[in-house]
């Protein structure tokens, strides 16, 4: 073979090796805003983009890593708010409409997405059971449950609640959705009905999901917000002031171990999250700035990540 040809065969192969190389590595650094990952000391996730003056938690993006989601107070309502990876580009960050228009105040927040992303959990308050001039104390009162999205043709659609057995007259909060669907949430009912406990729903297609059914993992019973990895195979919980990480082996939860961060006393630990790719650990912490009661007290709300090294050294 001509001996020209073969030095021209490997010059342009050389180019689109560094050209694919280059196309990678913007990927990989669009994916978090053009971040600077963190290593083993958390970090405040996109400030002034995510973490701005007001109240935001629970960061999460979808399998592909073509949207991010998380939740911000904006006039006493909690507002999923998302931005979409296109060209490139990550779109200005904007609110989604989960309710019909005429509902002033509301509660969306922690978004879980399927692995197809076109669907969407998340803890919502039912509109029906509070009017607009609802106070913020009495709204953050309200039992949660669960509610779900669709997004079709590119647009997150008005949600509705995912009825029983998922939802009841009780407390359910932080959907967690995994690999094969199944639904994962905290519970809070009362001691004959189940007590405090982390649930699994198995999802039966078309939206219905079975009944639900404790983890059997008690020793973070009192415990809050816990996430679920896609394959089930590690969940990490809040424990309020920091979180703790449990393996499953031979299909039994192992006992959970805190994981090792610079928790500051006067802040509440909650909303773990993993990225897909597994490399960095979000959460959210809160502070009290007031006497008041629930989240009407909180002052302060900010979204961190860390690399996961801290969890799995």
């Known amino acids: 073979m001509n001996t020209k040809f073969l030095k021209s065969l490997t010059v342009i192969f050389f180019m689109c090796f560094i050209a694919n190389a ?6 990989n650094t669009t994916s978090y805003f053009n971040q600077e990952a963190p290593n083993n000391t958390p970090e ?45 580009i990550w779109s200005p960050i904007q609110p989604i409409q989960m309710y019909p228009e005429n509902i002033s105040i509301s509660v969306a927040c922690d978004p879980t997405i399927t692995q197809d992303g076109n669907t969407m959990y998340f803890l919502g308050v039912d509109p029906k059971n509070y009017s607009n001039d609802v106070s913020l104390d009495e709204l953050y009162r309200i039992p949660p449950d669960i509610y779900a ?37 905290l519970s809070i009912r009362p001691k004959d009905a189940g007590g ?12 219905k999901f079975d009944t639900p059914q404790s983890i059997g993992l008690n020793s973070i019973k009192s415990g809050g917000s816990t996430y679920v990895s896609p394959n089930e195979d590690y969940l990490i919980s809040s424990t309020g002031k920091g979180f703790q990480v449990a393996f499953k082996k031979e299909d039994t939860w192992q006992t959970p171990v805190k994981i090792e961060l610079p928790y500051e006393e006067d802040w509440v630990y909650y909303c773990p999250y993993m990225s897909p790719d597994g490399k960095y650990f979000f959460f959210s912490r809160r502070y009290y700035g007031t006497e008041k009661k ?20």
């Open 22 to 27: 280059q196309e990678a590595n913007k990927t």
């Open 294 to 313: 629930g989240w009407a007290g909180v002052t302060k709300g900010e979204v961190y990540w860390v690399s996961s090294d801290v969890i799995f050294k």
């Open 196 to 207: 405090k406990d982390i649930l699994r729903s198995p999802y039966l297609g078309d939206g």
């Open 44 to 88: 405040l996730f996109a400030i002034s983009l995510v973490n701005t003056k007001n109240i935001e938690l629970n960061v999460v993006f979808n399998a592909s890593y073509t949207e991010m989601f998380f939740s911000r107070i904006v006039g006493g309502s909690f507002v999923i708010h998302h931005s979409e990876l296109m060209d490139g």
């Open 149 to 185: 999205s669709k997004k079709i043709k590119g647009k997150w659609q008005i949600a509705s609640k995912v009825e029983s057995p998922v939802s009841t007259e009780h407390i359910e909060s932080y959907p967690i959705v995994v690999a094969d669907g199944s639904l994962f949430f």
